[in-house]
């Protein structure tokens, strides 16, 4: 069950960075002003740091300080990754639809 929080994690990571890019094409051929997609986009990333969190957790709690140890830089830069691609691609669909 656990193991699944990194696939959601994923998942949500990937829907976080799509749904910007659909706003914006969309908007292109619709002239649509629909900024639904800008909150669901931040949805999707804050759950998906949330599950990042609740692994390292996991980990804490049944003692396993060495794989914690092994991916807690690597989980730190994706996050960061994460949170900063996925601003930025909402900052650049907010402003392109005006």
């Known amino acids: 069950m656990i193991s699944f929080l990194?696939?959601?994690s994923l998942v949500l990571s990937l829907i976080a960075w799509i749904?910007?890019?659909v706003s914006l094409k969309r908007y292109e051929k619709h002239?649509?002003?629909?900024?639904?997609s800008f909150f669901m986009s931040l949805g999707a990333c804050a759950v998906s740091l949330c599950?990042?969190?609740i692994y390292?957790?996991?980990l804490v709690k049944i003692g396993d300080l060495s794989a914690l140890l092994d991916t807690s830089g690597a989980s730190t830069m994706a996050s960061v990754v994460l949170l900063i691609v996925t601003i930025i691609l909402n900052i650049i669909a907010l402003f392109?639809?005006?």
Do not use: E, S, T
């Open 56 to 58: 390292n957790n996991h």
């Open 19 to 21: 749904l910007p890019v």
């Open 6 to 8: 990194m696939l959601g």
């Open 31 to 36: 002239n649509n002003r629909n900024g639904i």
């Open 51 to 53: 599950f990042q969190i």
């Open 96 to 98: 392109a639809r005006g």
